[in-house]
């Protein structure tokens, strides 16, 4: 059983950044697709980045050039580098893991964190 736990959450204002952190307790970290998913207040869960065992990542339009996904493998950290945050970024950020790149590309994870939130004042 993967456990995800997410940190790093917090309060800035605009034009702020933060770096979210998810430690994943699975020796075989390095094998799995991880991504960062948001839910907004109101609104459905969307995805937000992912990354492939082999370092490939995918970025939702509304992050590009703003966001950047990466892993620690060592560490069996993802993490979320969050730059020029906008009160539209504001939501609960969730970790999610899965052995399969083709689940990952369907939104499809096995395992999720339980979130960390991220509220971006104006």
Do not use: H
Not at 22 to 42: D, H, I, K, L
Not at 69 to 91: F, G, H, V, W
Request: aromatic fraction near 10%.
């Amino acid at each position: 059983q993967v456990q995800l736990v997410e940190s790093g959450g917090g309060s800035v204002q605009a034009g702020g950044s933060l770096t979210l952190s998810c430690v994943a307790s699975e020796y075989a970290f390095s094998t799995n697709c991880m991504g960062w998913f948001r839910q907004a207040p109101g609104k459905e869960r969307e995805a937000v980045a992912r990354i492939g065992a082999a370092l490939t990542t995918v970025y939702a339009d509304a992050v590009k050039g703003r966001f950047t996904i990466s892993r620690d493998n060592a560490k069996t950290t993802l993490y979320l580098r969050m730059t020029n945050l906008q009160p539209e970024d504001t939501a609960m950020f969730y970790c999610a893991a899965d052995p399969s790149w083709a689940r990952c590309t369907r939104g499809d994870y096995t395992y999720w964190g339980r979130g960390t939130q991220v509220t971006v004042s104006s």
